[in-house]
């Protein structure tokens, strides 16, 4: 039983750190909180659905549009709100995607009801896979595997490519970066968008075993925000092991101590975290 509780933390602790990783991003590059992250969240998850059922294309198959529709998303949201916000105080732009994250819950609610909706006749509804003696859920498997992919093309994306190497210019010294030639306008466009591909990734895979109602991304923009906070801001790597450390606490809290305390566990952690090491455990 315990190796079960381990093998689901872990499971869950990868997709976390998919969610993490996208605010982790915006955090670490443009030192802007985006409090509407879960909000896009929920907005792949309700195309993930629509898509489902008005076109009979499974969540795995329409992947690729709800990452695009939400990397549009983000673009869009940097050249609409938090471009007009970037330069002003620090509780300006968070206030900015406080706003926007209240305006997309309820225009979700608005038109789409509060009302649970789930995905019942998927590719991998109801599948399991057994291996010695644990036996895990097929949507859960494939949606961690789908988030390790994920993050580690983001990961390549940041390390490797002429963009990614401009990302990380831009967050160490924009104005250096600025007098280097680097568009940064471009690359805060882009970054936003990135984040926006994590979640709506994310949302995609999530589709398949979470119910999706205004709220469904609520508590994971919360469980980043705890996430990004343990692995340092803006490190990729620190979001992996953040969010599978959380997933184990999770998954173990909620064994040892009963599934209310599970989330007292979790913040726990990141109240000692933020006391003993604010940089966070792999930040620097």
């Not at 732009?93 to 006749?121: H, I």
Request: overall charge positive; glycine content about 10%.
């Amino acid at each position: 039983m315990l190796a079960q509780v381990i093998a689901s933390g872990i499971l869950m602790g990868f997709i976390y750190a998919l969610v993490a990783i996208g605010l982790t991003l915006t955090w670490g590059v443009m030192d802007i909180i985006n409090f509407a992250h879960g909000e896009f969240l929920m907005l792949s998850m309700y195309s993930a659905f629509w898509m489902y059922t008005l076109f009979r294309t499974d969540p795995l198959l329409s992947l690729p549009l709800e990452a695009l529709l939400i990397f549009v998303l983000g673009y869009v949201t940097y050249k609409i709100v938090i471009k007009r916000v970037a330069d002003a105080p620090g509780l300006t732009a968070l206030l900015a995607t406080f706003g926007l994250s209240l305006v997309l819950r309820n225009l979700a609610q608005f038109l789409w009801t509060p009302n649970y909706r789930f995905l019942n006749q998927t590719l991998v509804t109801d599948k399991k896979l057994a291996f010695a003696g644990i036996v895990l859920g097929l949507p859960q498997v494939v949606a961690s595997v789908g988030s390790v992919i994920m993050t580690l093309a983001v990961f390549y994306f940041v390390q490797r490519t002429r963009m990614g190497r401009a990302i990380q210019a831009t967050a160490l010294d924009k104005a250096t970066a600025k007098l280097m030639g680097i568009n940064t306008e471009l690359v805060y466009g882009v970054t936003f968008g990135l984040s926006g591909a994590c979640v709506g990734v994310a949302g995609a895979l999530m589709s398949t075993f979470y119910p999706i109602h205004p709220e469904s991304g609520a508590l994971y923009s919360l469980l980043a925000f705890v996430i990004v906070a343990l692995g340092g801001f803006g490190n990729i790597k620190g979001a992996l092991q953040g969010g599978i450390i959380i997933g184990l606490a999770e998954a173990l809290g909620g064994y040892f101590l009963g599934t209310q305390f599970k989330y007292a566990i979790v913040f726990l952690i990141y109240l000692l975290v933020i006391q003993l090491r604010p940089q966070g455990l792999f930040g620097w």
